[in-house]
């Protein structure tokens, strides 16, 4: 089963999408198998980290700014390398085991969308594999 989410992005952000992963198992009446949380975009991506502390997201925010400042050198003519190299970095998909009808996260763990090019009209796909 293949579920679209839509999201309004605002410039930067971690946006927790763990609730639209829930809804999509919870759809496809799936108890054992995978989901894959996939991004379609080059200036954005999906992680899983820390859903406790939002000084956490704060943080890995300012370390990839950090990580990847602008920098003259880039050749790209949108003038966005910083966040393409943030978007392959982090990653476009996220695969979480799905196990007596639940997502395996650890207690800790929340699934985000990163936005790095915002605001921006995105989207988001989950795929939930029966296995
Ligand atoms: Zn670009």
Redesign the pocket.
């Known amino acids: 089963m293949l579920k679209v989410f839509h999201l309004r992005t605002d410039e930067e952000g971690l946006y927790n999408i763990t609730s639209y992963v829930r809804q999509a198992l919870n759809e496809s009446g799936i108890s054992e198998g995978i989901a894959v949380v996939f991004c379609p975009h080059?200036?954005a991506a999906i992680t899983i980290n820390e859903n406790s502390d939002p000084d956490v997201q704060t943080d890995l925010l300012f370390g990839l700014r950090k990580s990847f400042p602008d920098r003259s050198e880039y050749q790209?003519c949108?003038g966005?390398?910083y966040?393409?190299m943030k978007s392959t970095c982090v990653g476009a998909s996220e695969t979480v085991i799905v196990h007596d009808g639940s997502l395996m996260l650890g207690t800790w763990q929340g699934i985000y969308f990163a936005e790095f090019d915002g605001p921006r009209d995105r989207n988001f796909f989950v795929k939930i594999i029966k296995g």
Do not use: G, Q
Request: proline fraction near 0%; hydrophobic fraction near 10%; aromatic fraction near 0%.
């Open positions: 080059t200036t790209h949108e966005n390398s966040a393409h």
